[in-house]
């Protein structure tokens, strides 16, 4: 047993409940991932101020999954290797400043730009933030919940705030959301240098790598991606042009998906821990395809509105539950694991954006959420793959 494991081992039982453990980390997460829900809400603003094509537009979600995407894996590798209590609130404050940024400049090549630097502070937080909120966790699907569902709630919150502040304002409001993560940033800085018990905690856990089974949950988490983040981008401009609603209700739309993904983050952990990691991530993938067909098949503005609350809620169920499994199949390398699994796969499911603008030229916005209905399926698949920790050796 290694000095680090013994240290471990003698470390006094963790009496805080699961909120109290995870309140700092959830925060951050929901200022850092607010950045995400900002670039689809502000997509159709885009379209509509800057007369961006839909090809255009959608590649503006493939700016931030790209300076997000690919960092990730060398700083998951080296938040395993190094505490850096500063890179997490850095990259909370470069995401923030390049996402505010973004709606101040009129050429597409700078406002790819900027998100771009937002993608790679996003990247900057996700892994030693992930390795962190794990071990204050500990084997508390619940408590990792919270966690996960700080950054569903910080997607939840970038509509809800940003539509009604462009909708009033133009594009260019997108500045007013700069000081927030600044000062989370300090916060978070504040926190992480006095607190004593991640130098304490810090250093690789004991247990196997199970190399093929994470490589399995990260097919299964990036198709999984790739729907939500073609739901996100799309689902404003399904309400406007094809349901011939407002912006305003387009937002509405977008709001309600992405407080469905609140809800089913925290409802994904509480089953998690009552019935298994993977018969939830099975029960969230499988459920997805009524979901959407129901979506579909509604053609009322204001009908179809519980519905995409309810492909929000059923996407995000497998959410948290996919972050800790990663973790537990990576148990030596937590950061690397954290970095893949909040990182890369949730943006490499980006990467299908500028495909899906092909298809609503094309078809329009409801031809591309018809398009994402194949995800579940192949999604479910993979998932079957998967096996529980305790059953591993």
């Known amino acids: 047993m290694t000095s680090t494991q013994t240290a471990l081992t003698k470390e006094p039982p963790d009496t805080r409940t699961p909120w109290q453990r995870m309140r700092i980390w959830a925060t951050a997460h929901a200022v850092d991932d607010f950045f995400q829900g900002l670039v689809p809400a502000a997509v159709p603003y885009f379209v509509l101020e800057r007369h961006f094509s839909y090809v255009q537009a959608s590649s503006l979600v493939l700016a931030t999954t790209l300076g997000s995407a690919l960092p990730q894996i060398p700083i998951g590798i080296l938040s395993d290797r190094r505490r850096l209590p500063w890179m997490a609130p850095t990259g909370i404050c470069i995401a923030g400043i390049g996402a505010g940024l ?32 794990r071990r204050e966790a500990g084997a508390s699907a619940t408590a990792m919940s919270y966690f996960a569902a700080g950054g569903s709630l910080g997607f939840f919150a970038g509509p809800a705030l940003v539509t009604p502040a462009l909708d009033s304002l133009g594009i260019g409001a997108t500045a007013l959301f700069i000081p927030p993560p600044v000062l989370m940033g300090f916060i978070l800085l504040r926190h992480n240098r006095r607190s004593s018990a991640v130098p304490k905690r810090f250093g690789a856990h004991a247990g196997t790598d199970h190399v093929r089974l994470f490589g399995l949950l990260t097919a299964t988490e990036v198709i999984r991606s790739g729907f939500s983040n073609g739901v996100n981008t799309f689902v404003s401009l399904y309400w406007i042009r094809h349901l011939g609603a407002s912006s305003a209700l387009g937002g509405t739309a977008l709001t309600l998906e992405l407080a469905g993904g609140v809800a089913g983050t925290l409802l994904g952990g509480r089953m998690a821990d009552r019935l298994g990691l993977v018969r939830t991530i099975q029960i969230g993938n499988t459920a997805l395809l009524p979901a959407v067909g129901g979506l579909l098949l509604c053609q009322d503005k204001y009908g179809a509105l519980p519905l995409i609350f309810l492909v929000g809620l059923v996407t995000n169920v497998p959410f948290a539950v996919l972050v800790k499994l990663g973790q537990d199949y990576l148990p030596s390398r937590p950061g690397t694991a954290a970095g893949v699994t909040l990182g890369l796969a949730i943006s490499a499911g980006g990467l299908f954006m500028p495909l899906l603008g092909l298809v609503a030229e094309h078809h329009g916005p409801r031809g591309a959420l018809a398009a994402l209905a194949i995800a579940p399926v192949i999604a479910t698949l993979l998932a079957g793959g998967l096996r529980e920790p305790g059953t591993l050796r």
């Open 102 to 133: 973004s709606g101040l400049v009129d050429s597409y090549v700078a406002v790819f730009a900027l998100l771009l630097a937002a993608g790679l502070g996003i990247a900057m937080f996700h892994p030693p933030a992930g390795r962190d909120a």
